[in-house]
């Protein structure tokens, strides 16, 4: 087991969601902690915990999403673990930096700390199109960007763009949309 798998299972005990399904899905993603010590890695298979990050900027009432090249939808930044984070975390921070461009982003702390404020388990091929779905556990964080900050694309995104709260695009799903009031409400 790894440091970085500790700090999950850490991160999954301390947070109390506020809803049952919710704590379910917590439970589950203890529990495939608990029986995979490769819980954390992208090769652990036919699912593995990934890391994300909503973008805000709470002074003008936007989020910062990206359309994702394999799932042609518009999304928060976030990815698989990788072996240099140190944490959960650090991992939602480190996407979310490295999918924005936002170099000063900082993860949003409730009550003094930082934690998730949502999960979401999916389907994706994240190894390729003629590979098998696998299952994303993804823990879900609030990435706080300064007043006024200016993305940068990276290659991870066919587009970057900012939306007012209220005005998220058409295609984004029910996860996306349940983020966004999460981060809205918390900031």
């Keep these: 087991m790894t440091a970085l798998h500790a700090d999950a299972v850490r991160a999954l005990t301390d947070w109390t969601p506020d809803e049952a399904a919710q704590d379910g899905l917590r439970r589950d993603y203890l529990a495939h ?6 819980g954390m890695w992208r090769a652990c298979v036919p699912g593995h915990i990934t890391a994300s990050a909503l973008v805000v900027d709470p002074a003008a009432g936007r989020v910062l999403l990206t359309l994702h090249p394999k799932v042609g939808m518009w999304l928060q930044m976030g990815g698989h673990c990788e072996p240099g984070d140190a944490t959960l975390a650090d991992a939602a921070l480190r996407e979310a930096v ?9 993860l949003l702390a409730v ?13 994706v091929r994240c190894a390729g199109k003629d590979q098998p779905e696998n299952t994303h556990l993804d823990v879900q964080y609030v990435a706080v960007a300064p007043a006024g900050a200016r993305e940068l694309i990276s290659e991870e995104s066919l587009d970057l763009r900012w939306f007012d709260w209220d005005e998220l695009p058409a295609d984004a799903d029910r996860s996306v949309r349940e983020l966004v009031a999460l981060a809205r409400a918390l900031v």
């Design 98 to 106: 490295e999918e924005s461009g936002i170099e000063e982003l900082e």
């Design 33 to 38: 902690l608990a029986a995979n010590t490769e």
């Design 111 to 123: 009550d003094g700390r930082v934690a998730p404020v949502k999960l979401d388990r999916h389907q």
